[in-house]
T-cell receptor, first 113, second 116 residues
C-alpha cells in the first residue's frame, strides 16, 4: 500500500512569492492534516481537512491556506512568503477525522531566500 | 505550561539496555496518545499509540499511559544503535463542546542515542 506522497520534495522561493504544496493521502484515508516543522518551534499544526472541509485550524496567519479535493488529495498554499516560512512542511493522513493515528509523508523542504 | 512536554535530551543508553522516554501533557481532556520516531532529515514515523490507561506492548516497544498523572512513556527494550533518533510524543485533544475536529499537539521530542 502506497504511503502519503508529497510533492515537490524541495522548493526554493524568494520573499513575496507564493507556493503551492501537494499531498496525496494513503488510499482510503479521508483526513489530511498539515504541519510546519522548524528547529526552534518543532512540529506545529496548520490545519486539517476532511471530506473537502477544513475541520480544524492552528495559529497561523491567513497567508497559509489549504483545500481538499473530492479524491482526498490536498494542497496547501502560502502567499507573500517570508524568510520565517522556511521549514519542512509535512502532510499526514488518517482514516477518518478524529482520534485516528496519522501517517506522515516525506515532507516538502521549503527554503526562502 | 506547555501543552506537551518532553525532556529534549540527549538521552544516551548502551546497546541492549532499556531506554525510557517520558512525556507529560497539560490538558485532562486529551484522549489519545502517540509516539513517533524521527530520524535526522526524515519525516516522523508512527511507532505506537495508546488510548487507555495501562501498558501496550508491540515488539520491543511498550507505551505506558497514566491519565491521572497526565503522563505517557515509551520503553524501548534491547535498544539498538538503529533506534538512535528523536522520539516525538503527540497528544490528541477532543474539541471543547464535542465534534470531531481533534487537534494533535506534539512535544519537541527527545533525542535518543544508543551507543554500541
Amino acid at each position: 500500500k502506497a504511503g502519503v506522497t508529497q510533492t515537490p520534495r524541495y522548493l526554493i522561493k524568494t520573499r513575496g512569492q507564493q507556493v503551492t504544496l501537494s499531498c496525496s493521502p494513503i488510499s482510503g484515508h479521508r483526513s489530511v492534516s498539515w504541519y510546519q516543522q522548524t528547529p526552534g518551534q518543532g512540529l506545529q499544526f496548520l490545519f486539517e481537512y476532511f471530506s473537502e472541509t477544513q475541520r480544524n485550524k492552528g495559529n497561523f496567519p491567513g497567508r497559509f491556506s489549504g483545500r481538499q479535493f473530492s479524491n482526498s488529495r490536498s494542497e496547501m498554499n502560502v502567499s507573500t512568503l517570508e524568510l520565517g516560512d522556511s521549514a519542512l512542511y509535512l502532510c499526514a493522513s488518517s482514516l477518518n477525522s478524529g482520534n485516528q493515528p496519522q501517517h506522515f509523508g516525506d515532507g516538502t523542504r521549503l527554503s526562502i531566500l | 505550561q506547555k501543552e506537551v512536554e518532553q525532556n529534549s535530551g540527549p538521552l544516551s543508553v548502551p546497546e541492549g539496555a532499556i531506554a525510557s522516554l517520558n512525556c507529560t501533557y497539560s490538558d485532562r481532556g486529551s484522549q489519545s496518545f502517540f509516539w513517533y520516531r524521527q530520524y535526522s532529515g526524515k519525516s516522523p514515523e508512527l511507532i505506537m499509540f495508546i488510548y487507555s490507561n495501562g501498558d501496550k506492548e508491540d515488539g520491543r516497544f511498550t507505551a505506558q499511559l497514566n491519565k491521572a498523572s497526565q503522563y505517557v512513556s515509551l520503553l524501548i527494550r534491547d535498544s539498538q544503535p538503529s533506534d538512535s533518533a528523536t522520539y516525538l510524543c503527540a497528544v490528541n485533544k477532543k474539541p471543547f463542546g464535542g465534534g470531531s475536529n481533534y487537534k494533535l499537539t506534539f512535544g519537541k521530542g527527545t533525542l535518543l542515542t544508543v551507543n554500541p
